[in-house]
């Protein structure tokens, strides 16, 4: 049999293409799955205090979510820069052209990204360690925080109509109320409507009722308020 025929007869797809290429990568398997179980058990601690320390007035469950896939892909995207020096320069032209385009509503969650990309990248580059340490460091801090700063109370805005006969008793009522400012007054032909902006616990809430009693007082609204008060 002549060689040369062969040669000809020889599949070229199957010599232009060989299957064992696509599994080339000088990554262990049992080492990626082992990174990214860690940096899912990372992205949960994450979510547990983003979901404990949040403030906010409305909490988006996505956004905690998106945590722990950020810690992951981070990981994963480390692993495959550091594997591979081409493929790391074609990465970073493929990421600069990802525009994110959602807006942060508050400047605590733009750190809590930048946390997840922090565990990401030092998972990636296998520094495991680091990455655990970090995230318990950061995360007791994170707690105490929030739990200095509140007390266990909500900032509220409380809103009030009422007319000119009831001014002193509202006066005395908002006295009584801790870390109580008054943000605006309007005045108009009809009565006055009177902002107040308060710090207090969610089961003192009750306290609304107090000025419906009140002769004069048209309503009373209680609003949650995300932002912080004036000492």
Do not use: C
């Not at 979901?51 to 996505?62: I, M």
């Not at 005045?187 to 009722?209: H, K, M, P, Y």
Request: charged share 15%; hydrophobic share 50%.
């Amino acid at each position: 049999m002549n060689p040369t025929i062969l040669l000809a007869d020889a599949d070229p797809l199957a010599t232009a293409f060989n299957i064992k290429e696509l599994f080339s990568s000088t990554l262990n398997p049992l080492q990626v799955i082992l990174t990214l179980l860690i940096a899912l058990v990372i992205g949960g601690f994450l979510y547990f205090i983003y979901k404990k320390t949040f403030a906010g007035v409305v909490y988006s469950r996505s956004f905690n979510l998106s945590l722990i896939l950020l810690t992951m892909v981070s990981a994963l995207v480390i692993m495959l820069i550091s594997s591979n020096l081409t493929l790391s320069l074609g990465m970073v032209g493929a990421l600069s052209i990802v525009r994110f385009r959602t807006a942060i509503k508050d400047p605590i969650d733009t750190v809590y990204m930048f946390w997840a990309v922090g565990e990401g990248l030092a998972l990636g580059a296998g520094f495991v360690d680091v990455g655990l340490i970090g995230a318990l460091v950061i995360g007791v801090v994170m707690v105490i925080i929030t739990s200095a700063k509140g007390s266990g109370t909500m900032p509220y805005l409380l809103i009030l109509h009422f007319d000119e006969r009831a001014s002193q008793q509202i006066k005395g009522l908002i006295r009584q109320l801790p870390k109580a400012h008054i943000k605006s007054k309007t005045v108009q032909r009809d009565g006055i409507e009177l902002t107040i902006e308060l710090r207090i616990r969610e089961s003192d809430a009750d306290f609304v009722d107090k000025f419906l009693r009140v002769p004069g007082v048209f309503d009373a609204t209680l609003v949650a308020h995300q932002g912080d008060l004036l000492s």
